[in-house]
């Protein structure tokens, strides 16, 4: 009985059932014999077939996790040629492995796919993905017991990589209220993997599983030595069998790996070796990211700067104050806070143009500053350039706050930005736009579809509505409809690069790689000086793996910025992956010394000086 037999069929409850619990694994057996018989060819078939389903999920994730290209393919064809794996391709028993990675995959991909779309989809959708990914790890179970796992795969790429926090901030995320949402999904996780475990233990009759001799000779030893030293070697023999799979069996069961009696046997030198460089392995790391290239000095130069700024400014001694913020950027010239409080300085005396330039290089030291989009489109308004303010404020508001060290202060800015795009509409009679727009902004996507469709009636020729409204049709799955819109808005005006940025991106959400990326050209074309047109360009051309011209916009963008860590880390990431090692190397240099502390481009520098080395070339690393 596939629901109440366990995977050799015998009942789960009898004491001497092995209590693998596979039913989904024996249900497409049962298929199998029935379309079939005893043939193996059929078993054999539906085997190679999961394998290559399993094979492009993985390959899938790699491209999520490593940025598309030569990598990703080539961690996917590792995968599929692996020894390993293809043993349980060919073993008729190897299809619980298969089935249990094929849904474990899927459920770490609907995680991904749910976290990515927090603030950005609807709840309905949101809700949709991460029911999918509990509904296939409960299927991962079913196919083999280690399936569960997945659960916990999930909140650590939550945690680490979604988020990336560090070790420090994981330990005070409780005291955060900011992080609800988080909490609450590691929590979900966890007491899903505790109902499907409990399920299962009540299943096998409340009893755990009575391995014998033969089946785990180490755990049965009657010698704490001979169990401590097997223990310990057995992730050894795994890892090694990872690197160097010259050794394979269909069962490690019984004596395959003889045990280890006593301290004389050679292999517990390969135990040292194995958990030694683990050891040199982490210490290399907290070394490494301790290591900071900005000088003791510098720091506390820039500091005092700084702080003198803020006290002459608060006695009305603007002059001195300008100066002191200026010896503070001669020193360290990204500090966003620093860039703002010129910028403000700036603006308070009336030299409006010099605060927009401050301003907009605070924004790029610091993306989620908050308050200088907000005084960034106040200029830009009081100059009557309504455009660029409008787009200002919009991408204001759609900051996260995630992860800040004032949410309350930036949420103060967004609010303000949101009067003032409001105030704005109204004085261009555009009272339709924005209450379609706080609809949205209140997940009430029905009454927003109707108040940009009144906006639309009272002015057909408004670009941004059809914008606006066809990103509301494509994130309520409306995706012919929403892509009428963009083709529209870009009819109204063809010299509009922002319209073709929308589209473009549109395209991107649709896997419509190529199209996106002609897009994006367009956009870049038209929008040259404009950074985040271009920054966005390129990012849609990495992704659809055109990365000689990815190179040409991500340099265009690193000139536009050049005091912008991720421009020149981009830069240096995509001259990377085109084999132009030292100015990747240079690029990657300058990103760190505007931002010593970004564990993505010290990890990036740290592959690339690999690379250097092996190929001869002279790097500069220490």
Not at 422 to 447: C, P, S, W
Not at 560 to 566: E, G, I, M, T, V
Request: overall charge positive; glycine content about 6%.
């Amino acid at each position: 009985n596939i629901f109440y037999d366990d995977f050799w069929g015998t009942l789960l409850t009898h004491s001497g059932s092995h209590k693998s619990y596979r039913p989904l694994c024996t249900l497409s057996f049962r298929l199998n014999h029935a379309v079939g018989g005893l043939e193996p060819w059929g078993y054999h078939l539906v085997n190679v077939v999961l394998h290559g389903a399993v094979t492009g999920l993985f390959t899938s994730l790699a491209r999520l996790l490593l940025g598309g290209g030569l990598w990703s393919l080539l961690a996917g064809l590792l995968f599929a040629s692996h020894p390993i794996h293809t043993e349980a391709v060919a073993g008729v028993v190897g299809r619980a492995d298969e089935g249990a990675a094929l849904f474990f995959l899927l459920s770490l991909l609907c995680y991904i796919r749910h976290c990515r779309l927090r603030g950005r989809a609807g709840s309905w959708r949101l809700v949709a993905w991460f029911l999918g990914s509990l509904g296939c790890a409960a299927c991962s179970m079913l196919w083999k017991e280690l399936g569960v796992t997945v659960l916990a795969v999930s909140a650590l790429y939550d945690v680490c990589v979604f988020h990336r926090l560090k070790l420090r901030q994981i330990v005070v995320l409780l005291y955060k209220r900011k992080n609800a949402h988080l909490l609450l999904n590691v929590f979900l996780l966890a007491a899903w993997g505790f109902f499907l475990l409990a399920c299962r233990f009540y299943w096998m009759g409340n009893k755990p599983p009575n391995f014998s001799n033969s089946d785990n000779p180490a755990a049965d030893s009657p010698s704490l030595i001979t169990r401590t030293l097997t223990f310990f070697y057995l992730p050894a023999v795994n890892f090694w069998l990872l690197l160097c799979p010259d050794t394979l069996s269909f069962d490690w069961s019984m004596d395959a790996v003889p045990l280890i009696r006593s301290l004389a046997d050679w292999r517990n030198f390969h135990t040292v070796v194995f958990y030694s460089g683990l050891l040199l392995l982490a210490w290399f790391g907290l070394w490494t990211h301790r290591k900071s290239p900005v000088s003791y000095t510098n720091t506390h130069k820039h500091t005092a700067w700084g702080n003198l700024g803020n006290v002459l400014k608060s006695q009305g001694k603007m002059e001195g104050a300008e100066q002191a913020y200026r010896n503070a950027l001669y020193y360290r010239s990204n500090m966003a806070d620093m860039l703002y409080n010129l910028g403000l300085l700036l603006q308070e005396s009336n030299k409006f143009s010099e605060a927009l330039h401050y301003y907009k290089l605070a924004i790029g030291s610091r993306p989620t500053l908050a308050s200088a989009y907000l005084n960034t489109g106040i200029i830009l308004m009081n100059q009557g350039r309504l455009d660029e303010a409008k787009r200002t404020f919009l991408t204001c508001a759609d900051i996260p706050d995630e992860n800040l060290k004032d949410p309350h202060a930036h949420k103060s800015s967004v609010t303000s930005c949101l009067y003032n795009l409001g105030k704005l509409l109204h004085e261009q009679g555009h009272q339709e736009v924005m209450t379609g727009e706080a609809y949205i902004r209140l997940n009430k996507l029905t009454e927003a579809e109707f108040w940009y469709r009144e906006s639309l009636r009272a002015k057909p020729d408004h670009i941004p509505a059809h914008l606006t409204y066809g990103k509301l049709l494509a994130m309520t799955g409306q995706k012919t409809e929403a892509e009428r819109y963009f083709l529209k808005a870009i009819q109204l005006d063809p010299t509009k690069g922002n319209c073709y940025m929308h589209y473009g991106q549109f395209l991107l959400e649709e896997s419509r790689l190529l199209e996106a990326a002609e897009m994006a050209k367009t956009a870049a074309r038209l929008d040259s000086g404009e950074f985040d047109v271009v920054f966005n360009a390129a990012h849609m051309l990495r992704q659809a793996s055109l990365n000689e011209a990815a190179e040409k916009y991500y340099g265009q963008a690193a000139s536009l910025r050049p005091n912008y860590p991720a421009a020149l880390m981009n830069l240096g990431a995509i001259l990377h992956l085109n084999g132009k090692l030292q100015e990747a190397e240079a690029n990657y240099l300058r990103a760190l010394q505007l931002k010593p502390d970004d564990a993505i481009t010290q990890s990036n520098l740290r592959k690339l000086w690999n690379i250097m080395e092996k190929q001869g070339l002279r790097t500069t690393s220490p």
